[in-house]
């Protein structure tokens, strides 16, 4: 049967007041409870007003609604992400991601940050949108590859200065093309994923000065 929007909304509620107070209690990082009341003045300090009261009915589930912005102040408060809040990862087998569909907390986190663009058992056949989030995600890490490269190709080129000096010209040679191979195996793969970004309709995140050839590369 389906739920109500009140319904529904409570369930959420009832979710996160649960993980909120664990970590009000349990998951403080310096190890100390965070009472109620302190919470709430945290989230008053943050900019959204809040009151004990608010926070004692969210934790025994009998506040029926939670907004997003809400909720991702209390993360904020609390020194968590507001993911953790709503995917009890590692504390419970099961989270209601949809009414009437448990998965795994780690799945249903997957799936809201959008590096799983699907749920498991959900039909493959069906289209989906390409996932910004997963795009992005692949773009950072390829960012992160370029700078590894670029600190090997580093050394490289400091035995070439070394090869320079004994007038090793040969090995000067060598080591150029090493490093020229290293930029360049990490530069094209960087490059594809800020094409499909933009054929995605997305805006690729800006490069550092010193990789800006890639973009120029492409346009040409």
């Known amino acids: 049967m389906a739920l109500t929007v009140d319904e529904w909304s409570a369930g959420i509620a009832q979710q996160v007041g649960r993980n909120v107070r664990y970590f009000r209690e349990?998951?403080?990082?310096?190890?100390?409870?965070?009472?109620?009341?302190?919470?709430?003045?945290?989230?008053?300090?943050?900019?959204?007003?809040?009151?004990?009261?608010?926070?004692?009915?969210?934790?025994?589930g009998t506040r029926g609604t939670l907004t997003i912005g809400q909720l991702i102040v209390l993360a904020r408060a609390l020194r968590v992400s507001p993911v953790t809040l709503l995917f009890p990862i590692g504390r419970q087998d099961s989270v209601e991601i949809l009414p009437g569909k448990d998965v795994a907390p780690f799945e249903a986190l997957l799936w809201f940050t959008g590096e799983a663009d699907a749920l498991p058992d959900d039909d493959g056949d069906q289209p989906k949108h390409v996932e910004p989030v997963t795009l992005y995600r692949d773009h950072q890490r390829l960012v992160d590859a370029f700078r590894d490269r670029q600190a090997?190709?580093?050394?490289?080129?400091?035995?070439?200065?070394?090869?320079?000096?004994?007038?090793?010209?040969?090995?000067?040679?060598?080591?150029?093309?090493?490093?020229?191979?290293?930029?360049?195996?990490?530069?094209?793969?960087?490059?594809?994923?800020?094409?499909?970004?933009?054929?995605?309709?997305?805006?690729?995140?800006?490069?550092?000065?010193?990789?800006?050839?890639?973009?120029k590369e492409e346009n040409a």
């Open 26 to 60: 349990e998951g403080a990082p310096d190890g100390r409870k965070v009472t109620a009341q302190a919470l709430a003045d945290r989230c008053t300090e943050l900019g959204l007003a809040m009151d004990r009261t608010f926070v004692a009915k969210l934790e025994k």
């Open 152 to 215: 090997e190709a580093r050394i490289v080129l400091a035995a070439a200065s070394t090869s320079m000096r004994a007038d090793d010209f040969a090995g000067v040679d060598r080591s150029l093309n090493v490093a020229g191979r290293m930029l360049r195996s990490a530069e094209e793969p960087l490059r594809k994923v800020r094409q499909r970004l933009r054929e995605a309709g997305l805006t690729p995140p800006p490069l550092s000065e010193d990789m800006a050839s890639i973009d």
